[in-house]
């Protein structure tokens, strides 16, 4: 998977949890005054944030993540509801409400970046530091820390530049996970925009840019520059001499050429359970492969660079995140790892902050 495609998947998932929690003032905590339901309100902002997500990678994103626009909308809005009746939530309908009415001027690069509009911040909840908690909404911090293994953690301090972090949902608002390539942690670092210096894996670009010429092992930083966005644009997959192409849009870059990255932008292919994934053909590649309906792309090892394309584990169902394992959990569900165990394996569960205490 390119590392924009997870990325806006990542972004995606994230957006969902703060989605629940959004930080508009239209209301009192708790729900004083609120005329809607939770799950007209959540239905509405499910509606909402699916539809942006949708705008941002036309045909690609939904199809690849959930299959069906309905499906996004549908388990959106089931972690919506579950998060508005936690203990400490400040969030209710009508912020909720306010969030749905601010996401269509929400930008792409503001979604993938883990950057919410004001009215999808989460409100401070009651909950102090340590408490348990499942969504950001219920803290007094406005910050739930949850490992990716497990539904319920702890309310921590807003993280900023410099903390720890596994993964994007790790760090603050509007900041990146910049883990380096041989690493499987990093620190939270914070976006770099169009022309600033970047180094992959340390001090990574906003959405929809590329690092240019960036050398890792000898610390040579590089520029941030414009992915590809079109089918035919120009193109460097290896990111030595220009932009790859922007895979959150289902674009992969193609060479002409043995030996070299420089190509043009084409369409990935989305297939289904059982169906080859990842690159096609070989010395150049010829097409890439994106597993659809929330599947993944199960290698040999993590190094290859084809699979085989797994369905999604039902709720309930045995799951396990590693590339070499599967199957994977249709988000936002998460493979939960029993308490004491080692390794990735566990169980696909839906995401229910009311069921943390």
């Given amino acids: ?81 579950s998060a508005l009746s936690a203990n ?19 930008s792409c690069t503001d979604l993938q970046d883990n950057n919410p509009t004001a009215a999808c911040a989460p409100p401070a909840g009651s909950l102090q530091t340590g408490a348990a908690c499942g969504a950001s909404g219920q803290c007094a911090t406005t910050f739930c820390a949850v490992s990716k293994n497990a539904i319920c953690g702890t309310c921590q301090p807003l993280p900023m530049v410099g903390a720890s972090c596994e993964a994007q949902a790790d760090c603050g608002r509007n900041l990146a996970c910049a883990i380096p390539a041989t690493a499987t942690a990093g620190t939270c670092a914070a976006w770099v925009a169009s022309g600033g210096s970047c180094l992959t894996g340390h001090m990574p670009c906003e959405a929809g ?17 414009p992915q590809g966005t079109t089918v035919g644009a120009a193109c460097d997959a290896s990111r030595k001499t220009a932009a790859n192409c922007d895979g959150s849009r289902g674009l992969v870059c193609i060479p002409t050429a043995k030996g070299s990255g420089v190509g043009t932008c084409q ?18 590649i010829t097409a890439h492969a994106e597993c659809q309906n929330g599947g993944m792309c199960v290698r040999a090892s993590a190094g290859d660079k084809t699979g085989t394309c797994v369905t999604p584990a039902a709720e309930g169902a045995p799951c396990n995140p590693d590339v070499t394992q599967g199957s994977p959990c249709l ?12 390794g990735t394996a566990g169980i696909s569960t839906l995401p229910d902050a009311s069921t943390c205490t």
């Fill in 1 to 81: 998977m390119s590392k924009s495609v997870f990325r806006f998947i990542a972004a995606a998932a994230v957006a969902a949890s703060l989605a629940a929690c959004g930080g508009s003032t239209s209301s009192s905590p708790g729900g004083s005054g609120s005329t809607t339901s939770p799950q007209t309100a959540c239905a509405h902002l499910a509606h909402a944030l699916c539809a942006l997500r949708d705008s941002c990678a036309p045909s690609f994103g939904i199809t690849k993540s959930y299959g069906t626009l309905s499906a996004c909308e549908t388990r959106t809005a089931l972690t919506c509801v």
């Fill in 209 to 225: 840019l590329a690092c240019v010429g960036d050398n890792p092992q000898s610390s040579t930083a590089g520029t941030c520059k």
């Fill in 88 to 106: 400490g939530q400040a969030s209710t309908p009508d912020r909720a409400e306010a969030c749905a009415a601010a996401y269509p001027g929400e």
């Fill in 267 to 284: 369409k990935m292919q989305l297939v289904g359970d059982g169906a080859a994934c990842g690159d096609i053909g070989s010395a150049p």
């Fill in 331 to 342: 988000a936002p569900a998460r493979c939960v790892v029993p308490s004491g165990a080692l």
